[in-house]
């Protein structure tokens, strides 16, 4: 075999396999429910008919400049105003994108269409982490950025990004769905706009506060679907990971009734898990310190720590350091407030819907003594009831 013929042997092999790499490392995700299937096709035509529009042009316009080059004596045509190259030049592209809007408005309606959907989700956008609710059955549970990958990422260049399988992708509380359901979700925002992205549910829309989005997806296999926020919503932009998990319906109606405390057993309230998880929030009982510390810590870090960073240190500039604070060693009905209520006009929201009585009562009394304040009084959940 001659040289020239083994080279074009392995550039071929090469451009054969190009659609495949193209495939699996930088085009977008065929996905996992029919519409974003649909997506993906409507995406690869239009990629292939822009393929052969752009070959065709550039070859009419290479061999136009060489069989008509200067050298060869070529003179240019002198005329204007051809109709029948105008009208040609107009309706040849008129087809093409009626060619390709047919289809794509097809798809376009489909994505619109909600109904009959059997789950419903309502997906609040947080400064900076997802509130999942879900409306058929009550469900309803905050989802941030794990707390090791948000331990790491305030590192900065110091981590260790090799100990993580899925680094920033990974979330405290995942979204669980079923699979072969028609799933709706509610998009909103409850600060700034967000939006709820993930590439395999084909599933990308904006989450504006004082707004309803709707979308849907009906997930065809179980497995662990990743996305971000995809809007610009501030600092911590970057740290508004999604993880969908979809289960077959079995698995998934078990984790709804694990989800639910059985109302018997609340009731019975003598033994077992489900009256230790009740007692655990009560918020009538009197507390003691290291159970609200305990309590405190896993809070802050939840919910606290993305702003005011690992150890109550803050961030200059940004968000006001914990260790040493004034409000935090400060008067307790004005900490209470500043968490309560929040701070008007700045990132420190309202939690007064977003943590619960002895949360939010554990994590006050968590930062008065903490991080080296040392203020020594606690703050009972009752106070924090009494305030609603
Ligand atoms: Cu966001």
Same mark, same amino acid.
């Given at each position: 075999m001659s040289l020239i013929s083994r080279w074009f042997l392995v550039l071929s092999a090469y451009v054969w396999c190009l659609p495949a790499m193209a495939r699996s490392n930088v085009n977008m995700p065929v996905g996992v429910t029919p519409i974003s299937r649909e997506v993906h096709g409507l995406h690869m035509m239009i990629f292939w008919i822009c393929c052969v529009i752009g070959a065709l042009v550039f070859a009419v316009m290479f061999y136009s400049i060489f069989k008509h080059?200067?050298?060869?004596g070529a003179k240019a045509a002198d005329f204007h105003e051809s109709t029948t190259v105008e009208i040609i030049w107009t309706a040849v592209p008129l087809f093409i994108l009626i060619a390709m809007a047919i289809p794509a408005a097809r798809t376009l309606i489909a994505m619109e269409?909600?109904?009959?959907?059997e789950v419903t989700i309502k997906v609040t956008g947080y400064q900076w982490k997802w509130h999942y609710e879900?409306?058929?059955?009550?469900i309803s549970f905050f989802s941030a950025l794990d707390s090791e990958h948000n331990v790491a990422r305030q590192l900065g260049s110091g981590?260790?990004?090799?100990?993580?399988?899925?680094y920033l992708k990974e979330v405290d509380n995942e979204l669980v769905l079923p699979v072969g359901k028609k799933v709706r979700f509610l998009h909103t925002a409850s600060d700034v706009i967000h939006s709820w992205w993930v590439p395999d549910l084909a599933v990308k829309k904006d989450a504006i506060p004082g707004f309803i989005n709707e979308n849907w997806a009906l997930i065809e296999e179980p497995g662990v679907y990743r996305g971000k926020c995809?809007?610009?919503?501030?600092?911590?932009? $970057?740290?508004?990971p999604i993880v969908v998990r979809a289960l077959p319906e079995d698995e998934y109606l078990a984790w709804v009734a694990e989800q639910l405390p059985a109302p018997e057993v609340v009731a019975e309230s003598e033994s077992g898990a489900t009256a230790a998880v009740a007692a655990e929030d009560d918020a009538d009982r009197e507390w003691a310190m290291d159970e609200l510390m305990a309590k405190g810590e896993t809070v802050y870090d939840a919910?606290?720590?993305?702003?005011?960073q690992a150890g109550g240190v803050g961030l200059p500039g940004a968000f006001p350091a914990i260790a040493g604070s004034p409000v935090a060693n400060g008067p307790v009905d004005v900490h209470i407030s500043t968490i309560y209520?929040?701070?008007?006009?700045?990132?420190?929201?309202?939690f007064a819907n977003q943590l619960s009585d002895s949360d939010m009562a554990a994590v006050i009394t968590y930062q008065r003594n903490a991080? $080296?304040?040392?203020?020594?009084d606690l703050v009972q959940p009752s106070a924090i009831k009494a305030l609603r």
């Amino acid at each position: 075999m001659s040289l020239i013929s083994r080279w074009f042997l392995v550039l071929s092999a090469y451009v054969w396999c190009l659609p495949a790499m193209a495939r699996s490392n930088v085009n977008m995700p065929v996905g996992v429910t029919p519409i974003s299937r649909e997506v993906h096709g409507l995406h690869m035509m239009i990629f292939w008919i822009c393929c052969v529009i752009g070959a065709l042009v550039f070859a009419v316009m290479f061999y136009s400049i060489f069989k008509h080059r200067k050298s060869k004596g070529a003179k240019a045509a002198d005329f204007h105003e051809s109709t029948t190259v105008e009208i040609i030049w107009t309706a040849v592209p008129l087809f093409i994108l009626i060619a390709m809007a047919i289809p794509a408005a097809r798809t376009l309606i489909a994505m619109e269409d909600t109904s009959d959907a059997e789950v419903t989700i309502k997906v609040t956008g947080y400064q900076w982490k997802w509130h999942y609710e879900y409306l058929d059955s009550g469900i309803s549970f905050f989802s941030a950025l794990d707390s090791e990958h948000n331990v790491a990422r305030q590192l900065g260049s110091g981590v260790d990004v090799s100990k993580f399988d899925h680094y920033l992708k990974e979330v405290d509380n995942e979204l669980v769905l079923p699979v072969g359901k028609k799933v709706r979700f509610l998009h909103t925002a409850s600060d700034v706009i967000h939006s709820w992205w993930v590439p395999d549910l084909a599933v990308k829309k904006d989450a504006i506060p004082g707004f309803i989005n709707e979308n849907w997806a009906l997930i065809e296999e179980p497995g662990v679907y990743r996305g971000k926020c995809a809007e610009l919503c501030g600092r911590d932009h $970057g740290f508004m990971p999604i993880v969908v998990r979809a289960l077959p319906e079995d698995e998934y109606l078990a984790w709804v009734a694990e989800q639910l405390p059985a109302p018997e057993v609340v009731a019975e309230s003598e033994s077992g898990a489900t009256a230790a998880v009740a007692a655990e929030d009560d918020a009538d009982r009197e507390w003691a310190m290291d159970e609200l510390m305990a309590k405190g810590e896993t809070v802050y870090d939840a919910a606290c720590a993305s702003c005011h960073q690992a150890g109550g240190v803050g961030l200059p500039g940004a968000f006001p350091a914990i260790a040493g604070s004034p409000v935090a060693n400060g008067p307790v009905d004005v900490h209470i407030s500043t968490i309560y209520v929040g701070v008007q006009g700045s990132a420190m929201a309202s939690f007064a819907n977003q943590l619960s009585d002895s949360d939010m009562a554990a994590v006050i009394t968590y930062q008065r003594n903490a991080f $080296g304040n040392t203020v020594g009084d606690l703050v009972q959940p009752s106070a924090i009831k009494a305030l609603r």
